[in-house]
């Protein structure tokens, strides 16, 4: 399927050991040409899984040679997760490192 795992075994227990509920954080990246999963999430509250999608914008801003961080997203659509209803899996798009590449959580 094209999907590759960035960081086999990263698997975050936001429940305690008593999660129902795996969820997985996906990259797609330039508009779906690389699918990446970048960690597992047991919980049973998808907002604790969202907030661990969030720390990721940092991260990935930092990846682009000449990006200048979080300064050089662009195109931004929902990278601070305020428009993601309660309850509801997080979903972010930005260009990245002045237009360098793009990626959707």
Known sequence: ??????????????????????WEINLLWNGGSRDEIDCLCWSNDVGAVNQQALKLWPRLAARMPCGDGMSGLGCKDNVDGSRTRTGMPYNGFATLGYGQASVMI
Not at 2 to 14: E, K, L, N, Q, S
């Open 1 to 22: 399927l094209g999907v590759t795992c960035r960081m086999p075994g990263a698997i975050h227990d936001f429940s305690g050991g008593k999660g129902r509920r795996l």
